[in-house]
């Protein structure tokens, strides 16, 4: 393994990261935010919601424009983006400011994401073997650290732009700098990567435009898959505190403590789920996962008290975790010759997911309960096995009918981050 693509797969970890902790220290100060700008109980949903729909906005627009920058430059410049954004949210004044910040940060997420999972994707087929769950996992890390921060913040009763400005100030230079070794196919097939590698170069890589078509009936299984997931993860994290207090009886403070334990198990799970890809699989992986996912949903619909309520919620993020990186890499293998395409419009699905979850478990919970609004989740997350055998490695499409050599096999001896 080359020194470009290890500086690279670090450099674009470290992206990962700081998204995680750029997206935390919004959500989680969603009370301060309402306080702030005066926004109504009635009025916050739509603000909310109009984040979602902007990044899948976002997400589109980066599918087009990569067609004439490269993935690692729509990254480079989108992260300072988010979080400016976020600064701004955090120092205006008036809820217009606060409608203009959101809808910046919104579309410039749906831009940052869609990138960084295109440079994933892209090396972990330089690398050969499962990677794209690490990136994840450096989600989860920043997720962890900005919620962390968040508590700081509200602990201490500082002002928003107060809890946000160092972090903008350290986080942003940091970013810029690493974004330096950001890696794209076209670089690697510059310095000659893939001809090292086993992949094809040149005019047959030409032939292969990864912006090229891709046929929505095959992405489709990934997409309900992603959607799922993100049904899941948007009932932890917006219906955990409230499920634990009202529905199992505890108290306010534990109420805090399920998304806690949510993120940690989702942060081990994915630290560890490359390992699992490479052994056993991804339909292997996949379909553990989704019965984990499962089996954690049933427990917490069905606990008679708070601690057995977060064990669920802890079989939830063992489960969960593993979906949305697989089905991003699943992509990939799909479209090698389109993953940036695949991967812009299979994002958008990430945010459908987002905008189903939480309504819908709120109204199921209002018209019929709680306990048995977690059952519908835990029925849709079962999609994925259904359609687990989306995640098997497509054939060589250069003839032959075997898979793409691997770059573990192709360079023994040499060793990866």
């Known amino acids: 393994m080359t020194d470009v693509l290890r500086r690279g797969r670090a450099s674009l970890a470290f992206a990962f990261l700081v998204q995680g902790v750029a997206f935390a220290l919004l959500v989680t100060r969603i009370p301060a935010i309402q306080d702030r700008y ?18 899948g906005i976002g997400s589109v627009a980066t599918e087009r424009l990569v067609k004439a920058v490269p993935p690692s430059r729509v990254l480079r410049w989108s992260q300072p983006v988010v979080l400016l954004a976020l600064l701004g949210v955090g120092a205006g004044e008036h ?20 990138s960084m999972n295109m440079l994933g994707v892209s090396l972990q087929r330089a690398y050969g073997r499962s990677i794209m769950l690490s990136f994840h996992a450096a989600y989860s890390l920043g997720g962890i650290a900005g919620a962390s921060l968040a ?56 032939s292969e435009d990864r912006t ?20 899941g993860d948007s009932t932890v994290s917006n219906w955990s505190a409230k499920y634990l207090q009202d529905v199992l009886g505890s108290s306010e403070q534990m109420a805090t403590v ?8 989702t942060l081990v799970g994915r630290t560890i789920g490359d390992f699992g890809v490479r052994r056993f699989g991804a339909v292997a992986v996949v379909r553990v996962g989704a019965l984990v996912a499962a089996a954690g949903f049933a427990v917490v619909a069905g606990a008679p008290g708070e601690w057995v309520g977060m064990l669920g919620f802890t079989l939830l993020g063992l489960g969960l975790c593993v979906l949305v990186p697989q089905t991003f890499a699943a992509a990939g293998r799909l ?20 905008l189903i979850g939480s309504p ?32 098997a490695p497509e054939p060589d499409r250069y003839g032959g009918g075997h898979e793409r050599p691997r770059t573990a096999d192709v360079g023994r001896g040499s060793h990866g981050l």
Do not use: K
């Open 38 to 55: 005066g926004v109504s109980d009635a009025l916050l949903p739509a603000f909310l919601a109009a984040v979602p729909v902007l990044a």
């Open 95 to 114: 809820m217009a400011g606060l409608a203009v910040a959101l809808a910046v940060f919104g579309l410039a997420v749906g831009a940052l994401d869609a």
């Open 151 to 206: 508590w700081v913040g509200a602990h201490g009763q500082l002002a928003l732009w107060v809890s946000y400005l160092p972090v903008v100030l350290v986080l942003m230079p940091a970013a810029l700098i690493g974004s330096r070794w950001y890696v794209d196919q076209e670089q690697r097939e510059g310095r000659g990567e893939d001809r090292r590698q086993g992949h094809v170069s040149g005019p047959a890589a030409a």
């Open 212 to 231: 090229g078509p891709v046929a929505f009936r095959l992405l489709l299984p990934l997409c309900l898959v992603m959607t799922v997931a993100y049904i």
């Open 258 to 265: 399920p998304y806690n334990v949510y993120m940690v198990t």
């Open 335 to 354: 479209f090698p010759g389109a993953s940036d395409v695949a991967v812009a419009r299979l994002n958008v699905f990430n945010y459908v997911g987002f």
């Open 360 to 391: 819908l478990v709120g109204v199921l919970g209002d018209v019929w309960s709680y306990r048995g609004a977690m059952l519908v989740p835990m029925v849709l997350v079962l999609v994925a096995l259904v359609y687990a055998r989306s995640f």
